[in-house]
């Protein structure tokens, strides 16, 4: 997986450049729009990383440029300018997700993994250990028992299932599940986190919601699984 990383700020590229390497992805990085534009005519890229202000252009221009190839990756925005309108204005001109400035690098990592799977088919039926979710029919079932879920539960539910193993931030899953207004209420997250673990979760001896701290959750078995023959 290759990842080019627009960016003129030194300190912040060479961040982002340590950190996706060290993460297992190839890096190259670009400090104009110019040297970026090179790259991207030479090498196929999984994901573009891209700042929005940059010395000889601006990050939605080059975007328009990235955007008129054949084939163009995803592409996530990384800008200081965090108003609502700055966001719809990129996600509109084509960018796949767009992070605001400040931003912790465990967030931009779990955004980078997001769309590195996006390309893939995305299956009906998820499963993890017991727990099953027919995403066309919104069942959901543990150890062969019907599970009734709110409808935002379930969105919630799916979107961790089909990130399984990959830690989400709350960020993320109001992006995902509500509207762009939810900006800033992510606490609200944790309470349907909550619901869902008590639907889910709570009543079986392997617990599939995990809290990643720092970040936010993450669906997945466990490491180790409790010895059955300790129930009762
Ligand atoms: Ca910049």
Redesign the pocket.
Known sequence: MRILVV???KR?ADFLGRGLESAGYAVDLAGDGASAMNLVYAADYDVIVL?????DTDGLTLLGKIRDRKSSPPVLILS?RGGLDDRVKGLESGADDYLVKPFAFVELLARVRALLRRGQPAPEKLQAGDLCLDSTRRRVTRAGENIELAPKEFSILEYLMRNRGRPLSRTMIVEHVWDMDYDGLTNIVDVYIRHLRSKIDDRFPVKLIQTVRGIGYMLDLPERTPEPASER
């Open positions: 960016e003129d700020e912040i700042d929005l202000m940059l010395p200081a």
